[in-house]
């Protein structure tokens, strides 16, 4: 019986391709939110489930932080995805017929200066794939979305240009979430572990609880803070760092922050993506 790995969109979207770079094995499960994506896994609907995190150019996903604490889900995996971006048109439309592109309004901007080069107008669409399944269907051949080459082979259309994105580096960072854990040492990369805590009430408590970390040697990669309960006194940190917590210097840092925090929980210990730096 073939797997299954669930994602935000619908088919062809980056998360789509994110899909099928790391689980080509797997039948992508298209999913309308975040908090379906959690549901299908949690469900059995499907084995996995694919959310990005945060991307190079627009920073943090939104709601994806506040999300997984409560979905009851676990990391297995990190995967990094670079943004190609690529106008696409019907089959026997040419560049110079194409008079608009649509696109998700985050995509836009990226392709400013070829848009502008080329005459063509941005029009906003809700998905990059959703705009690429419309323009297959209307079938219009001044007409183009701005999507992936994945959506293209999806939906029958032609890439009249590839690659046009202004930012040579745009990636966006995807977690594969599973409903059970997996803390075996896998990867040639090392492991990384993420969690989120809140720190007591006492002065100085995010000094002292990251003080073990820098004690112990242990590189923290990311710390994020966001509000909690709809309070402006109730702040959760959502933290990476590398290493396994079995690693001696590891397991000390986090004993030093339980100590300062009033709730703490391990999210998922992975390997690191071979592309990470």
Request: charge should be negative; charged fraction near 20%.
């Amino acid at each position: 019986m073939t797997q299954k790995i669930a994602f935000q969109g619908e088919l062809g979207a980056y998360s789509h391709q994110a899909c099928h770079t790391a689980r080509p094995d797997h039948e992508a499960l298209p999913c309308s939110s975040f908090e379906d994506v959690f549901q299908a896994v949690t469900s059995g609907q499907a084995d996995l489930g694919m959310l990005p995190v945060e991307n190079t150019t627009y920073g943090r996903v939104a709601d994806i932080h506040r999300l997984l604490p409560e979905s009851g889900l676990r990391i297995i995996d990190e995967v990094f995805v670079r943004v190609h971006v690529n106008l696409l048109g019907v089959p026997g439309a040419k560049l110079e017929d194409v008079t608009e592109a649509h696109s998700h309004l985050v995509l836009l901007p990226q392709c400013a200066t070829f848009l502008r080069d080329h005459n063509i107008q941005g029009r906003v669409s809700s998905d990059n794939a959703r705009a690429a399944r419309e323009i297959a269907q209307r079938g219009e051949a001044n007409v183009a979305a701005l999507a992936s080459e994945l959506a293209a082979d999806i939906y029958g259309l032609n890439v009249l240009a590839r690659h046009i994105e202004e930012t040579d580096n745009n990636t966006t960072r995807f977690l594969i979430m599973s409903k059970e854990g997996d803390t075996t040492r896998r990867g040639d990369k090392g492991m990384i572990t993420s969690f989120v805590f809140q720190v007591r009430n006492i002065p100085a408590a995010l000094y002292k609880a990251m003080g073990g970390f820098a004690t112990n040697g242990v590189n923290m990669t990311k710390l994020e803070s966001y509000m909690v309960g709809g309070s402006f006194t109730a702040t959760q940190f959502y933290a990476d760092i590398v290493g396994h917590p079995e690693d001696e210097n590891v397991a000390h840092a986090l004993d030093e922050l339980a100590f300062f925090t009033s709730e703490l929980q391990i999210l998922g210990v992975y390997p690191a993506d071979r592309t990470r730096t």
